[in-house]
């Protein structure tokens, strides 16, 4: 066994080449992250590695990467494309779509379904988790609530309150069962994808996170604590979780 274990390598997904506009005289196309996810992952002792969406998406190319990595975040960002899940692709409050990332991030989902790695997804991350494994979303959730208490008027940060089950891996990792979050999502989870759990709802039933049932550790939230993960220790924790399930791995791996 090496005494000497390097600090757990977190693969983060990234923003398409357009989903994100980069003020710059310079170039016209950016994958980008917000530096918030970074620095969670840096508090909790992880080492983000940036996985740029796009290439090839073959099930052997994301094994190769997985390979190296002891643990795997997916980000928030626009919506999934409708036609991924059967849902409406004209529905007129859609954000802008990146089927690049769409088919990067579901080719590397389907290949952590099959490994043990810990995951962590966040906003889009868990609606791209219940896509691949076969559920819907809700298009547009103001189609399906009188008040949406998920943004703000402008269609921003709201902060929120939600209720996880007391004995799932989400409450157990916060350590609390009611939290107040940061949500800036218009979508939501419709119908639960296949071997995942429920462990999280909004006061007005949104679902606000799953568990994949038959792994160690892949959990997705569809609020964004690295928001508040700098001064909320509930939300630093999810992250610190992650970092830690990744370092018990990479240890039973080096004998």
């Not at 494994?133 to 103001?142: A, D, K, M, N, T």
């Not at 949406?148 to 709201?158: K, L, P, S, T």
């Not at 800036?184 to 419709?190: E, T």
């Amino acid at each position: 066994m090496n005494s000497q274990a390097r600090s757990p390598i977190i693969s983060l997904t990234m923003y398409g080449r357009n989903e994100v506009k980069v003020d710059s005289i310079h170039y016209d196309e950016y994958f980008s992250i917000p530096a918030h996810y970074v620095d969670a992952v840096r508090r909790a002792g992880g080492t983000p590695m940036l996985i740029p969406p796009g290439g090839e998406n073959s099930a052997e190319h994301w094994q190769s990467i997985l390979k190296v990595v002891d643990g795997v975040i997916i980000i928030g960002g626009s919506d999934v494309h409708p036609s991924r899940y059967g849902g409406n692709a004209e529905h007129p409050n859609l954000t802008k779509h990146d089927l690049e990332r769409d088919a990067s991030e579901l080719a590397l989902t389907d290949c952590l379904l099959n490994d043990t790695l810990p995951v962590f997804g966040i906003c889009r991350g868990m609606q791209v988790v219940n896509v691949a494994l076969g559920g819907s979303l809700v298009e547009h959730i103001p189609d399906v609530q009188e008040k949406d208490i998920h943004r703000n008027e402008e269609g921003g940060w709201q902060v929120q309150g939600l209720i996880a089950d007391a004995d799932s891996k989400l409450a157990k990792t916060m350590q609390a069962t009611e939290v107040s979050t940061y949500s800036g999502h218009h979508q939501a989870v419709k119908t639960l994808g296949e071997g995942l759990r429920i462990t999280a709802h909004a006061p007005d039933g949104i679902v606000e996170a799953i568990e994949l049932e038959e792994h160690p550790w892949f959990v997705a939230v569809q609020w964004h604590p690295e928001m508040s993960a700098a001064e909320d220790e509930t939300q630093q924790r999810l992250f610190d979780e992650l970092v830690e399930e990744a370092r018990k791995r990479q240890l039973v791996s080096s004998y």
